[in-house]
Structure formats: structure tokens, C-alpha cells
């Protein structure tokens, strides 16, 4: 009776989700003003009247856009490193990212098929939504440097793959949820997230195409009506086939490999014990054997 006891109590603590940053007021508060920044920087288009004066710097406010959410991504981090991101979360952290730059250029350029969307769905919904922005966010700038590919579509990258992966974090049931029905869960979740990657991220390299070069371009003095019909000819013609490969690999990886690298993140975040608190004791009170 004992042993069994002790059982229950046992899968009780490893079902309970450990979290390497625990969200606090000013780390929301970051997030919400980083969040609605970003959606009038990927959404200007439509948000802005044809006769303002926005629009008419349509090949420009890209860039300022690009400029401001770097600023911004970069104090949500600290803002969230300062509520909690320890040495062991800044250590998992560092892992996680590099591996999942490494990941990137395994299918980059061959129709979206990449293995790094899986990774970052299983850690975000292991590490919590606080963390898996932030890794969403290093991870795509690494793989960036890894690559070549800075330019000004990297901070929409940050933060679109930041809104991705903490997206994972933010599912239902992460105490409760284990098993097949949670992968199936976070496969659905991929593959519906790796579209609307593609198509947020659309809409940030969209305006700087020329209404005059195409039919499916942004047009300053087109009605809202007319942009959206516009963008969505653009993503059915330019994205769609690597969106779908983007989607399929994420499904793929999630329900052949979603469990057992899901029981990894889940042993190394036990170990690491995040929030177990920290104390020093004097040496002296050490008690050394005789």
C-alpha cells in the first residue's frame, strides 16, 4: 500500500508541468505592447486609409517597422530574463536554439520542408509560452546568422516565430494532456501555425513589391477590399506550396517523433529543477563525517 502511495505521488509530480520562466505582470505587459506593434506592423496595409500619409511611404515603413521591433523584441527578452531566466533556463535555452538554427538549413529552399517548426512547437508547449517566445526569437535570429539571411524581414521573422512557439506553450491541458492526444494536439497545432507563419510573414515582404509589377501587389490607392483580394492571389501563388510543406514536415516530425522528444524536454526540465529555489549555507554548518 505504501509503494503504491508513493507511486501515485510520484507520477503526480512528474505529470505537473514544470515552467523555466514564470510569466509576471511587467513580462505580460511587455508582451501585449510587442504583440499589438506587431500586428499593425504586419497589418498596416489594411489598417491604413489609402490617403494617409503612411501609405504613401508604402516602400519605406517596412523599414521602420523592421527598426522598432527589433527594439522591442530585445526588451521583452530582457523583461522576461529579469522575471526569472536562470542560469539552467538560460543553459536549455542555448541548446534549444542552436539546435534548432541547426535544423533550419536542413530544408531551406527545398518546398518549406523545415524541421525546425516541430522542435519549437514541443518545446514551447514543454517550457511554457514565456520561454518559447524568447526562443522563438533567438532560435530564428541565430539560424539567420548561420545562413546569411539578415535583412530588414528578420525582426518580423523574430517575432512571428516568437508568437509560434509560445502559441505551443499557451495550449490547453499541459498538466493533463499526455500520450497520443497530445501529439495529435500539437500536430493540429503545427500544422495550423506553420500557415499562419507564412502568411503574417507575407505580409511583412508584400508592400515591397511594385503596384505597377504585378496585379497581386500592394496598391497604396486600392480600397481594403481590393488589397485583401490582392493578398490573398499573392499567398495562393507564391507561398502556398511551401506553406503546405512547411505544414506537412511539422506533422510528420510531431506524430513520429513528438513523443519521445517530448519525454527529453520533459526529463531535462525535472532535472533542471527551474524553480526550485536557490539557498547557500555557511560552510561551517556543513557537518563533515568523523
Known amino acids: 500500500m505504501t509503494v503504491r502511495r508513493a507511486g501515485e505521488v510520484r507520477q503526480a509530480r512528474d505529470v505537473r508541468q514544470a515552467r523555466a520562466v514564470r510569466l509576471g505582470p511587467r513580462s505580460l505587459a511587455a508582451l501585449a505592447l510587442v504583440s499589438a506593434v506587431g500586428v499593425v506592423a504586419f497589418g498596416w496595409p489594411f489598417l491604413a486609409p489609402p490617403a494617409s500619409a503612411l501609405t504613401a511611404h508604402a516602400q519605406d515603413a517596412p523599414w521602420l517597422f523592421?527598426?522598432?521591433?527589433?527594439?522591442?523584441?530585445?526588451?521583452?527578452?530582457?523583461?522576461?530574463?529579469?522575471?526569472?531566466?536562470?542560469?539552467?533556463?538560460?543553459?536549455?535555452?542555448?541548446?534549444?536554439?542552436?539546435?534548432?538554427?541547426?535544423?533550419?538549413?536542413?530544408?531551406?529552399?527545398?518546398?518549406?520542408?523545415?524541421?525546425?517548426?516541430?522542435?519549437?512547437?514541443?518545446?514551447?508547449r514543454v517550457l511554457g509560452p514565456g520561454f518559447g517566445f524568447v526562443l522563438g526569437a533567438i532560435t530564428m535570429f541565430a539560424s539567420a546568422l548561420l545562413t546569411g539571411g539578415v535583412g530588414p524581414w528578420l525582426p518580423f521573422q523574430m517575432l512571428a516565430m516568437g508568437w509560434f512557439t509560445m502559441g505551443a506553450g499557451l495550449l490547453p491541458g499541459p498538466d493533463r494532456l499526455r500520450g497520443r492526444p497530445e501529439v495529435w494536439l500539437l500536430a493540429g497545432y503545427g500544422f495550423l501555425a506553420a500557415f499562419a507563419y507564412g502568411t503574417v510573414m507575407n505580409m511583412a515582404g508584400w508592400p515591397f513589391m511594385s503596384a505597377l509589377a504585378s496585379g497581386i501587389a500592394f496598391d497604396p490607392d486600392a480600397s481594403l477590399a481590393g488589397n485583401l483580394a490582392r493578398f490573398t492571389a499573392y499567398c495562393l501563388a507564391t507561398s502556398l506550396g511551401w506553406d503546405l510543406g512547411r505544414a506537412v514536415i511539422t506533422v510528420v516530425l510531431t506524430l513520429t517523433l513528438g513523443r519521445p522528444v517530448l519525454k527529453a524536454l520533459r526529463r531535462a526540465t525535472r532535472r533542471a529543477a527551474f524553480e526550485a529555489p536557490v539557498t547557500f549555507r555557511d560552510p561551517a554548518e556543513v557537518k563533515h563525517p568523523t
Open 66 to 124: 523592421a527598426g522598432l521591433l527589433v527594439l522591442l523584441v530585445a526588451v521583452v527578452a530582457a523583461t522576461i530574463s529579469e522575471s526569472g531566466l536562470g542560469p539552467k533556463a538560460v543553459a536549455m535555452l542555448g541548446v534549444l536554439a542552436a539546435t534548432g538554427a541547426a535544423l533550419r538549413p536542413i530544408g531551406a529552399g527545398t518546398a518549406g520542408l523545415e524541421p525546425m517548426f516541430f522542435l519549437m512547437v514541443l518545446s514551447g
